[in-house]
């Protein structure tokens, strides 16, 4: 027992012995080094990098850094650092976070994968700084901190196939950051705060994986401007599919980037864009985008800063289903929506438009291209359609001498697919209301290239005082009141120059009223004048109407004191100088005119002119109303025979007849036109009687009977003037009256019925400003009357012509020496003559007894001692008698010659009163004339004289 007792101690003491120290134990190192790395992670890596973080920003930035506290979880993996902060060298907050957590992935390092199971910032701040010089903060303060130091590039072994390190991210999040960005490279400074930024990043790995890909989900917000960005991401290769949205980016953000690139002041807008897309960067860059929509509402843009009113502002803008493909070329667009579209349109008096001058200046910088070469490099387009409704077009024009405003209100546009291939038809349909008055539309088809157009034209209502700074261009006219009408198809065609095509449909102008500019009293006014149908050719111009019905027509053509016409003032005066119509190219003779015309028939209801001459005192008007009929074949082509028929009335009591032929318009061709009028009033001429004749009409009536014959712009016509019981009225003083007798001149026209019938004929040049048919025939008729009255018996002549006797042979008898006895064949002269007075009793004759002393007084002397001898008396007694009264010696009675003077007056009134019956208040004796001389016949003429009451 006590053996085996000493045995069991002396194992013991040997193995006690032999136990090793602890520290030479693995575990107690391995608990050592769990220790110290427990120890260095919790408390000592999170003193370094509380350091550490500041003094590399400070060393590489310039910055300003402090971390108020980081925790590290070495078991973990996890870095958790709180409150970081940095200013730049100006003091001003740069970047800082409120929470930067980040979670390696352990168990990834042993498969050659750096993974970040979690990586967490919580409102992290950045300031970003675009400088003037296009540079941004962070790059300045880099190399403010890091100056450049040129240094060899290390030379790259050829075999060195080092592939970059294998990163993965579990999760990466964003939460409530906040991006201040700062823009200073513009002329005015801003800054924009995007807030919150929140971005959620999963399974990203930066090696090819073909099993999996990760995905994203970005949300920013600039106020109330968004940005929503998520989908699936690739690094390598590079590719992402996903889902963009950029919301609510109002006109701040715009106008501050676009500044630069757009010409006009943008004062409000909003837009939205969305869309889906793929991306992927491999052997080429592929991009595709589907189911985009863009969205613009509440746009305002004005021409500049100085302008009060937006040229362009919208409601909203809409365009969807926008497709693109890079690599394919092709942009698709679905429909473009426009609603409230209100467009401001100005065009100076240069004749540039406003809203266009800006583009037109860049344009000018720009290197022109042919936008028609298509092919295999060609970009594909398509538009499905446009729509623009309730929406409104502001035209001021400053280019007329009166500015137009012309507003398109109501204004509604439907297009049909446009696409690249431009030779393919596109419905369309225009409709609007014009604020003035009326509607317009066209619908219809239209190719772009090469141009051609189909159009239903439609309008209604319209009316024309909206377009009078137009009409005043052409012509001198003021629209009063006046609706156009117009109902047809327009087709245009230019495949080839020049430009083609016509227009066929109808058109009707409904009451119109006219006026001049600088005057109240109207000028052209009708109820309706209609166009059906009617067809114009673009080229060759050629205009056809089917019939022209005039429904009330009124014209009012007055002759101002100027003695200018109101209707001479219509047309514009041009300003080309005279000689440029002579050098104009002239049409070939025997060719069509340039302009082609053809109106079938004309048809005139219930027409009214009124004619008014101021330059008369009193002034004169006439009036011609109830003129209805027609015009036929109005042309101005050969060959061409039309024919004229209108009816009405003149003063309202006389009755107006207008027939005739008309030749081709234009050419030489022969018009025959006669007018007809019956029973006008005389008075009614008392001014123009007054101012050719020095008198006024009490009374009369006028028949007229016109026949002209116009071939080109010659004219010669014949005109049987016919005046019944024309009385004169008070004298008129003017200084263009004729210096006539001009009662005389009417007494002789007018014969025993009170009735003066005068042919006047005319010739002249129409082409003639100083030519006036008017003018041409009183002033033929105020001749007409000084010829009769200063040769009153010429005109008596020719009532005796069938007697053979002349005017001049009728203006007195002779008698014989000594005798109241008319000479042989003298008496033929009483019987014409008294013929003359008979037919016209107006005319007043009067009688002067002559004698002749020598003649007579020899005569009487031979009778006398005749009768002292018994009735024979020698030639010796006759001579000595005859010579002894020449010398004086002998003498007859102091009244003999006297008595033998007034007994001739006395007897030849006695032979009109008894034998030819004439009135007694025709006749008047005279004073007779004493100292006559006797012809070579011995005759002693009484010469007659004639006048008028």
Do not use: C
Request: avoid cysteine; hydrophobic fraction near 40%.
């Amino acid at each position: 027992m006590e053996t085996d007792g000493q045995q069991s101690g002396s194992s013991g003491v040997s193995k006690a012995q032999t136990r090793k120290p602890m520290y030479r134990k693995v575990w107690f190192w391995l608990v050592v080094l769990l220790v110290a790395y427990t120890l260095a992670g919790f408390f000592l890596l999170p003193w370094w990098l509380q350091r550490f973080v500041p003094e590399q920003l400070e060393q590489r930035m310039g910055w300003q850094a402090q971390v108020d506290e980081v925790r590290t979880n070495p078991f973990s993996m996890s870095v958790d650092i709180r409150t970081l902060t940095a200013d730049d060298a100006d003091g001003e907050k740069v970047v800082g976070f409120d929470r930067l957590f980040v979670d390696l992935g352990f168990w990834k390092l042993f498969t050659g994968v750096v993974g970040m199971q979690a990586i967490a910032l919580e409102e992290p701040f950045i300031r970003l700084d675009l400088l003037d010089d296009y540079s941004v903060n962070f790059a300045r303060d880099w190399s403010d901190a890091n100056p450049a130091v040129t240094e060899p590039e290390p030379e790259q072994a050829e075999d060195d196939t080092s592939t970059p390190p294998k990163l993965y991210f579990q999760q990466i999040t964003v939460n409530g950051g906040e991006l201040l960005f700062r823009d200073f490279s513009k002329e005015e400074p801003a800054e924009f705060r995007i807030s919150p930024l929140d971005l959620t990043l999963n399974d990203l790995a930066t090696w090819q994986r073909d099993d999996a890909q990760s995905n994203y989900y970005l949300l920013a917000a600039l106020g109330s401007q968004t940005i929503e960005w998520e989908g699936d991401l690739s690094i390598n290769p590079m590719y992402s599919k996903g889902f963009l949205r950029i919301a609510d980016v109002d006109h701040a953000t715009l106008k501050h980037f676009l500044k630069p690139y757009l010409p006009y002041e943008l004062r409000g807008g909003n837009v939205s864009v969305s869309t889906n897309y793929e991306l992927s960067v491999a052997e080429q860059l592929y991009l595709t985008t589907s189911d985009g929509l863009l969205e613009l509402e509440e746009l305002a843009l004005a021409l500049d800063k100085d302008q009060e009113e937006a040229a362009l502002t919208n409601g909203r803008l809409s365009v969807d289903q926008i497709r693109f493909s890079l690599t394919g070329r092709s942009a698709d667009i679905g429909m473009i929506t426009v609603d409230a579209l209100d467009l401001a349109l100005a065009r100076s008096a240069e004749g540039e438009i406003d809203l266009l001058v800006p583009l037109q200046q860049d344009a000018e910088d720009e290197t022109d291209t042919d936008a028609s070469e298509t092919g295999d490099g060609g970009f594909l387009w398509s538009i499905a359609g446009i729509e623009l409704n309730n929406s409104r077009v502001q035209w001021r024009d400053l280019q007329p001498d009166t500015p137009a405003d012309i507003t398109v209100e109501d204004l509604s546009l439907t297009l049909g697919g446009v696409s690249h291939e431009l030779e393919e038809p596109v419905r369309y349909r225009l409709q609007g209301t014009l604020a003035k008055g009326g509607s317009l539309g066209l619908e219809g088809q239209a190719t772009i290239q090469p141009f051609t157009l189909e159009a239903g034209v439609t309008g209604s209502g319209v009316q024309l005082a909206t377009f009078e700074p137009y009409i005043l261009e052409a012509a001198n006219l003021n629209v009063r009141s006046g609706q156009l009408a117009v109902d047809g198809n327009l087709d245009l065609d230019g495949q080839k120059e020049p430009l083609t095509g016509t227009f066929s449909g109808t058109a009707e102008v409904s009451g119109l009223n006219l006026t001049l500019p600088d005057s109240n009293d109207p000028l052209l006014a009708w109820k309706t004048l209609r166009l059906a149908p009617l067809e114009y050719n673009v080229h060759p111009a050629r205009l056809e109407i089917g019939t022209i019905t005039l429904s009330q027509p009124a014209v009012n053509v007055v002759r101002g004191g100027d003695g200018l016409h109101n209707i001479e003032r219509i047309i514009q005066m041009s300003g080309a100088p005279a000689e440029s119509k002579a050098e104009a190219p002239e049409e070939e003779e025997g060719g069509d005119p340039d302009f082609i015309f053809r109106i079938e028939q004309l048809l005139l209801e219930e027409g009214d002119v009124s004619y008014t001459d101021r330059t008369l005192d009193p002034a004169f008007t006439t009036r011609f109303d109830e003129l209805n009929g027609t015009v036929t074949g109005i042309s101005n082509i050969v060959p061409q025979q039309g024919k004229v028929s209108l009816r009405g009335r003149v003063d309202g009591i006389s009755d107006l007849s207008f027939e005739g032929t008309l030749g081709t318009l234009g050419t030489d061709d022969v018009s025959q036109l006669n007018l007809d009028m019956k029973n006008a009033s005389l008075p009614n001429l008392s001014p123009y009687f007054g101012r050719y004749l020095g008198y006024g009409v009490d009374s009369g009536k006028l028949n007229v009977d016109m026949n002209y014959e116009i071939a080109g712009s010659r004219i010669d016509a014949t005109n049987m003037i016919v005046m019944d019981r024309l009385e004169l009225g008070q004298p008129v003083a003017s200084e263009e009256a004729v210096s006539a007798p001009v009662k005389l001149g009417l007494a002789l026209l007018r014969d025993r019925k009170g009735v003066i019938e005068i042919d006047v004929p005319i010739s002249g040049n129409l082409d003639d400003p100083d030519f006036s048919v008017g003018k041409v025939v009183m002033r033929a008729f105020v001749n007409i009357l000084a010829k009769a009255a200063a040769s009153p018996f010429s005109v008596l002549g020719s009532v005796a012509e069938l007697a053979g006797l002349s005017g001049e042979e009728l203006s007195q008898v002779n008698f014989l020496a000594g005798q109241v006895s008319l000479a042989e064949g003298e008496q033929a002269k009483l019987d014409a003559l008294a013929d003359a007075l008979t037919e016209r009793p107006a005319l007043l004759l009067n009688i002067r007894g002559v004698v002749a002393p020598e003649a007579d007084g020899l005569a009487l002397l031979k009778q006398r001692l005749e009768e002292q001898g018994g009735g024979s008396l020698s030639e010796e007694a006759w001579g000595q008698a005859r010579q002894e009264y020449l010398a004086g010696d002998r003498s007859l009675p102091p009244e003999a010659l006297g008595n033998l003077a007034s007994a001739r007056g006395v007897w030849l009134r006695q032979q009109m009163l008894e034998e030819y019956g004439v009135a007694p208040k025709q006749l008047f004796l005279l004073d007779p004339v004493r100292n006559a001389t006797a012809d070579d016949q011995g005759r002693v003429a009484v010469e007659f004289a004639l006048d008028a009451r």
